[in-house]
T-cell receptor
Framework: GDSVTQTEGQVTVSESKSLIINCTYS????????LFWYVRYPGEGLQLLLK?????QKGSSRGFEATYNKETTSFHLQKASVQESDSAVYYC?????????????FGIGTRVLVRP | DPKIIQKPKYLVAVTGSEKILICEQY?????MYWYRQSAKKPLEFMFS???????DNQTASSRFQPQSSKKNHLDLQITALKPDDSATYFC?????????????FGPGTRLTVL
């Protein structure tokens, strides 16, 4: 099956500093998965931040970037300079699409607190 | 306006009882899903539906039964509730089930079973 491991717990970072949240995946399938980062801002629902469906490609959104590395099976999320508004819970996810439909496998989530 | 509505937001139930979690989406999507997140665990896929037909069921227990009365509804009936069923249940939808279309999530229903 599929599984996702990401930085656990809370990451605290000062405003304007860089952020990296590690994400690695494991799969028993020979097919490469699609990879996603979802985010939940305080008081809001889960929403897609970025996705990459092709190994080797980079996705970006709202200043965040993640590169799909099939060699290291990683999809780390990075931002060069965070803002207070980036405080949220970030989820790495692996997606499969087949005859049975779409399915997302999530990591446990990483809470990011940006201090002013 | 919220595009995916889940009702209720909070739900408390006693062991052995039955509850129905409501999900309605107003995105015009054809596919709908249920996920569950228990304390200190990742979101876990439960079901996927496409055009009101069950596509995938990853829930081991038959106590969990999705019900789709309309194309934009996918309710979740849970019978014989147990304390281990305590979790936040998320409904999601997408335009289809092909090509890994983006899934949009509802705000969740937090269920506590005493």
């Amino acid at each position: 099956g599929d599984s996702v491991t990401q930085t656990e717990g809370q990451v605290t970072v000062s405003e304007s500093k860089s952020l990296i949240i590690n994400c690695t995946y494991s799969t028993t399938s020979i097919a490469y998965p699609n990879l996603f980062w979802y985010v939940r801002y305080p008081g809001e629902g889960l929403q897609l931040l970025l996705k990459v469906i092709t190994a080797g490609q980079k996705g970006s959104s709202r200043g965040f970037e993640a590169t799909y590395n099939k060699e290291t099976t990683s999809f780390h999320l990075q931002k060069a300079s965070v803002q207070e508004s980036d405080s949220a819970v970030y989820y790495c996810a692996l997606g499969r699409s087949n005859s049975a439909g779409n399915k997302l496998t999530f990591g446990i989530g990483t809470r990011v607190l940006v201090r002013p | 306006d919220p595009k995916i509505i889940q009702k209720p937001k909070y739900l408390v139930a006693v062991t052995g009882s039955e509850k129905i979690l409501i999900c309605e989406q107003y995105l015009g999507h054809n596919a709908m899903y249920w996920y569950r997140q228990s304390a200190k665990k990742p979101l876990e896929f439960m079901f996927s539906y496409s055009y009101q037909k069950l596509m995938d069921n990853q829930t081991a227990s038959s106590r969990f039964q999705p019900q789709s009365s309309k194309k934009n509804h996918l309710d979740l009936q849970i019978t014989a509730l147990k304390p281990d069923d305590s979790a936040t249940y998320f409904c999601a939808s997408s335009t289809g089930t092909g090509g890994m279309a983006e899934q949009f999530f509802g705000p969740g229903t937090r269920l506590t079973v005493l």
